[in-house]
């Protein structure tokens, strides 16, 4: 069964870093793309960033798109990471991974089948 878990998130200050980690299990990383997605309260899911699965990034939006969250990946450790920098309050948000097979990647949900529980990331002071 594949699976997809993200942990990371938690509660930090204007300016600070979080790295959120997405462990797959059932499937080979590099077989798929994995995406980030966020969702703030009120607010449609936002994508973030994605690797494909030759590992080539996209990054999109404000954040993602200006290099503040980059996004990596660890094969050996079938692992996904999305390091959130220089932190800011709108960028409190419920974070999610979440994979499809056809291994490009693509800012929209409908195009990924599976996905995480997501990590809560709150910045305030």
């Known amino acids: 069964q594949l699976n997809l878990v993200e942990s990371g998130g938690g509660l930090v200050q204007p300016g600070g870093s979080l790295r959120l980690s997405c462990v797959s299990s059932?499937?080979?990383?590099?077989?798929?793309?994995v995406i980030w997605f966020r969702q703030a309260p009120g607010k449609e899911h936002e994508a973030v960033a994605c690797?494909?699965?030759?590992?080539?990034?996209?990054?999109y939006g404000n954040s993602g798109g200006a290099g503040r969250f980059p996004i990596s990946r660890d094969n050996a450790r079938n692992t996904v990471f999305l390091d959130l920098n220089n932190l800011q309050p709108e960028d409190t948000a419920v974070y999610y991974c979440?994979?499809?097979?056809?291994?490009?990647?693509?800012?929209?949900?409908?195009?990924?089948?599976?996905w995480g529980q997501g990590t809560q990331v709150t910045v305030s002071t």
């Open positions: 690797i494909t699965s030759s590992g080539g990034r996209v990054l």
């Open positions: 979440a994979a499809t097979d056809q291994r490009v990647c693509k800012p929209d949900k409908e195009f990924y089948t599976y």
């Open positions: 059932g499937f080979t990383s590099t077989q798929y793309a």
